[in-house]
Every structure is written in C-alpha cells, then in structure tokens.
C-alpha cells in the first residue's frame, strides 16, 4: 500500500528565512504528486501538482517543489516566507494501475512563520 | 459558483445518536469524497464516489454510511456516533478522476460527547 511520510510535524521561521518541507512515498510505479495548503480557519486548496515533464514544478504564492525520484521525495521550498505563509501543509500521492486511483495524503506539517 | 458547500459547520452529537452531513458541489464533477482530518494523522479516505449512484469504501468506512442520489450531492451520515468519530470532516470533489485537483469544503467540526 503507498504512505507518504512528512517528517517534520511542525516547523517555526522568521519571516523572510527559507523553507523546505520534506515529503517521501512509497510507491514505486508511476505517481501523481500533490501539496495542498490549509491556512487558518479555510478549506484546504492546491498549492501544486506534478503529473510528469519537468520536475520542478512551480505553484501559487512563489512555492516550488521539486520531484527526485530516486529519493521518492517531493520537498516543497520556498525562498523567502512570510508571514502569510502560516499554514498546514499537505503532502499526497495519487497512484496505481488504473480505475480508481486513491489519494493518499500525508500526516501534515504546521508551518508558523514568526513576523 | 460556491465550490463545496458543507452543511452543517459544527455539530455536537451525544453518543448513539444519528445525523448526516450534506456535501453539495457545482461544478459538475464526477468525484466526490468524504475525509476525516484528525490532529496527526491528516486526512483519512471516508468513501468516495466516482459518479451519481455509485459508492465506496475508503480507509476508515466503519459506522459511516453515504449516498449519491445527485450528482451534485454526497451525504455522509452517522447512524450510532461513538466519541471516536470526533474529528473535523471535509468533503472534497474532483472533475473527473483522482488524478484531478479536488476542492474541498471548508469542512464540519463533530464533537460526539
């Protein structure tokens, strides 16, 4: 069965310090790879998605994550963060031969970014 | 367009009571689902359904049951809550496969007492 693992559970950083958050799976066949933001008190929404092609992706609000798949990792980065950036942070893995595909998401990081 | 509606918000449930949470979309999409998100272990697969009429098991069905009579809608419901099914619910629809971006309902706080 594929997990996905997000090892850090909750992160704190000074605005304007770099983020990376980790995420590994484990499936090792063709994967369809997510992260989704929840900010507070909102819906969870797409940050960014990578299907196949470039694996540096690039998402909404300066985010990127880059797939290695020799690692199974897809680590999300960011620059510079704000203070805007607190948020949970949602890693998940789409795969499988066909039919339904399940979505299995991550454990969640809590990311609070300290103005 | 709203997206994904949730109804209700919140809802405190005494054990061995029943209700139901409504999902509703307009976006016409074929797939919906019902999670559950609890403080470290993210969200977890309810059941889903791949199209008017059809429903499935997720990781966690038990002591949940759904329907899909609409398209546009996808009921949850609890027939006998227990305190372990106190968690936040969301509902989520995608167009046409889990490979497509699903969108989320802004979710229903359960406490079952």
């Known amino acids: 069965a594929q997990s996905v693992s997000q090892h850090n559970h909750h992160v704190i950083l000074s605005e304007a310090a770099s983020l990376e958050l980790g995420c590994n799976y484990s499936?090792?066949?063709?994967?369809?790879l997510f992260w989704y933001v929840q900010y507070p008190g909102q819906h969870l929404q797409l940050l960014l998605k990578?299907?196949?092609?470039?694996?540096l992706v690039k998402g909404i609000k300066g985010f990127e994550a880059e797939f290695i798949k020799s690692k199974f990792s897809f680590n999300l980065r960011k620059p510079s963060v704000q203070w805007s950036d607190t948020a949970e942070y949602f890693c998940a893995v789409n795969s499988g031969p066909g039919g339904y595909q399940k979505v299995t998401f991550g454990t969640g990081t809590k990311l609070q970014v300290i103005p | 367009n709203a997206g994904v509606t949730q109804t209700p918000k919140f809802r405190v449930l005494k054990t061995g009571q029943s209700m139901t949470l409504l999902c509703a979309q307009d976006m016409n999409h074929e797939y919906m689902y019902w999670y559950r998100q609890d403080p470290g272990m993210g969200l977890r697969l309810i059941h889903y359904s791949v199209g008017e009429g059809t429903t499935a098991k997720g990781e966690v069905p038990d002591g949940y049951n759904v329907s899909r009579l609409k398209k546009q809608n996808f009921l949850l419901g609890l027939e006998s809550a227990a305190p372990s099914q106190t968690s936040v619910y969301f509902c989520?629809?995608?167009?046409?496969?889990?490979?497509?971006?699903?969108?989320f309902g802004p979710g229903t706080r359960l406490t079952v007492l």
């Open positions: 499936y090792g066949g063709t994967v369809n």
């Open positions: 989520a629809s995608s167009r046409a496969a889990t490979t497509d971006t699903q969108y």
């Open positions: 990578y299907f196949s092609g470039d694996p």
